[in-house]
């Protein structure tokens, strides 16, 4: 069955640190991958997506993901984090089938330390 | 404009109220989703309409029944719900469908009394 796993459901680090949120996922297919990020109380936004290519892709706010299709996974990565990114991320896989839809992990809250 | 709009942003009904959650996009997508998603929790897919017509309805209970008035709308309507329908409600929009990106809203606090 397909699923996304996040293994880590709070991580904790200083501003200025650098940052990877892990993400695998399970799924036969070519994956379509995305990592969003969810402020307390807004919707989510989109930092980035892999659809086929070069395996590192680059997104907003400095993020970037390598997909590594042998681990299966699509780790998200900051090199120095600001405070502003502490928040809630999830990692997604779309299913593309008859009946088309997008599968999110628990996801990762990040807390900032100042 | 790369904004989904959701009203109202706080929404209190009893168990027999009827009410309604609005969604509106101006980027001519031609798909349109709900979520709820509950507190700690990753969002769960309800429904998504594409060209304006349901093309995924998740086994959500009929006391919330969509609406997609035209390709810029989309309303869900509650009635008889129970508290354990409290929850928020995201609505999002996307271009042909997945696996392009979906544009999310802000929400609605739905709390149900």
């Known amino acids: 069955a397909q699923s996304v796993t996040q293994p880590d459901i709070h991580i904790t680090v200083s501003e200025g640190a650098s940052l990877e949120l892990r993400c695998n996922y399970s799924y036969g297919a070519t994956p379509y991958l995305f990592w969003y990020v969810q402020s307390p109380g807004q919707g989510l936004q989109l930092l980035l997506k892999y659809f086929s290519g070069d395996t590192l892709v680059q997104g907003i706010k400095g993020f970037e993901a390598e997909f590594k299709r042998s681990q299966s996974s699509f780790n998200l990565r900051k090199p120095s984090v600001h405070w502003s990114d502490a928040a809630e991320y999830f990692c997604?896989?779309?299913?593309?089938?008859?009946?088309?839809?997008?599968?999110f992990g628990k996801g990762t809250r990040l807390h900032i330390l100042p | 404009d790369t904004e989904v709009t959701q009203t109202p942003k706080h929404l209190v009904m009893g168990m027999t109220n009827k009410k309604s959650l609005k969604c509106e996009q101006h980027?001519?997508?031609?798909?349109m989703y709900w979520y709820k998603q509950k507190a700690k929790k990753p969002p769960e897919l309800m429904f998504v309409y594409s060209y304006e017509k349901l093309s995924i309805n998740e086994s959500v209970p009929s006391r919330f029944s969509p609406e997609c008035p035209n390709s810029s709308l989309l309303n869900l309507h509650l009635h008889a719900l129970q508290p354990e329908d409290s929850a928020l409600y995201l609505c999002?929009?996307?271009?042909?469908?997945?696996?392009?990106?979906?544009?999310f809203g802000p929400g609605t606090r739905l709390t149900v009394t």
């Open positions: 999002a929009s996307s271009q042909g469908g997945l696996p392009n990106e979906q544009y």
């Open positions: 980027m001519g997508h031609r798909a």
């Open positions: 997604a896989v779309a299913i593309m089938n008859r009946d088309d839809k997008i599968i």
